[in-house]
């Protein structure tokens, strides 16, 4: 039977100010290229450089958003089509937050609108779920919890608590398709549905050191961290299987938009108070375990993240996407 889940829901309405191929790329650095199946676009934080990208399969680089201390998230949706951010636009007495939806061809506004959290909290973010209709909003304060919005901020549901225990800071939150949400939740994976007023148990998880939890697009697989690897299992937890090894930590793992590669945190570590980086690399997401700490060869299945014409392997220390 099911383990079911009690969650506390708030309802009301918010106002609002408006496989590999054998074809391969080479990706510049002379040590390793890039299968002409690798696709899509990767998206990082990197210390005052901003958000950077780099396109595969040819591996160019540059600038995706400028460096900018007021923005608190930003994403992507599936399609590649719009871009989300969540800026702390506050005034004199006003905690606002500014979600502005964007074009990612035209640079033209979709949808902007001012939101204020139940806690006066500047530092919410928001990600669009698969199908474009709404944003799960997420802070670092327990008073919030996840709120659901519309697109255009109209307000939709607040989670805020789990069998009447506050959800944590530090608990993974991402979409399914159908617009469903999966969270961890201390020991727990669960999954909610809308209309977001209850949840069942995915897995529970007896491990002291895990989370990170991702899924792919097609909503079939989970990626997560447990002790200093990556692990991955199907999203209804079976099938679990570590896929990546080292004599250092992992974490931070995404998934390709095909689901067929993982993007990896390797060599993840403490910069001090609060905070890390990692380099970047990808493996195949064939089941199989994958030792990220050696030494990259032509022949080694595990990829760096060198930009074309670089020599050296890009770092993070926020935010990473792949679309």
């Known amino acids: ?101 964007s074009d990612m061809n035209s640079g033209n506004i979709v949808e902007e609108f001012i939101y204020n959290s139940p806690a006066g909290n500047t530092y919410c973010k928001g990600y669009l779920s698969p199908d474009n209709s709404l944003i799960m909003v997420t ?28 959800l944590g800071f530090n608990e993974s939150r991402v979409w399914l398709p159908g617009n469903n949400i999966v969270l961890t939740h201390g020991k727990y994976i669960i999954k909610i549905a809308p209309p977001y007023n209850s949840g069942a148990l995915v897995k529970e998880m007896n491990y002291q050191d895990w989370g990170k ?3 792919n697009q097609a909503g079939t697989q989970f990626a997560l961290n447990i002790g200093n690897h990556i692990y991955t299992m199907d999203v209804d937890g079976n099938n679990l299987k570590q896929v990546t090894s080292s004599n250092f930590k992992e974490s931070i793992p995404e998934f390709s938009p095909d689901g067929k590669y993982l993007l990896i945190g390797t060599n993840y570590r403490s910069t001090g108070t609060l905070g890390y980086l990692w380099d970047l690399k990808i493996i195949p997401n064939d089941g199989k375990q994958h030792d990220v700490g050696l030494e990259i060869n032509s022949a080694s299945e595990v990829l760096p993240v060198i930009w074309k014409g670089k020599d050296r392997i890009e770092s993070a220390d926020g935010q990473m996407i792949w679309r």
């Open 1 to 101: 039977m099911k383990k079911l889940f009690c969650i506390a829901v708030q309802l009301f309405t918010l106002l609002i100010v408006s496989s590999c191929s054998k074809d391969s790329v080479d990706n510049g650095s002379g040590s390793s290229t890039y299968p002409a199946a690798l696709k899509g676009t990767i998206y990082y934080d990197w210390a005052t450089e901003g958000v950077l990208k780099m396109s595969l399969p040819d591996g160019i680089g540059g600038s995706f958003i400028p460096d900018d201390s007021k923005l608190n998230n930003f994403d992507i949706s599936r399609d590649g089509k719009w871009k989300l951010t969540a800026v702390n636009a506050s005034r004199l007495g006003q905690y606002d937050v500014k979600f502005t939806i």
């Open 139 to 166: 802070s670092n304060d327990f008073q919030d919890g996840v709120t659901i919005l519309k697109r255009n901020g109209e307000f939709v549901a607040r989670i805020v608590d789990i069998n009447g225990e506050r």
């Open 213 to 215: 939890l991702t899924v």
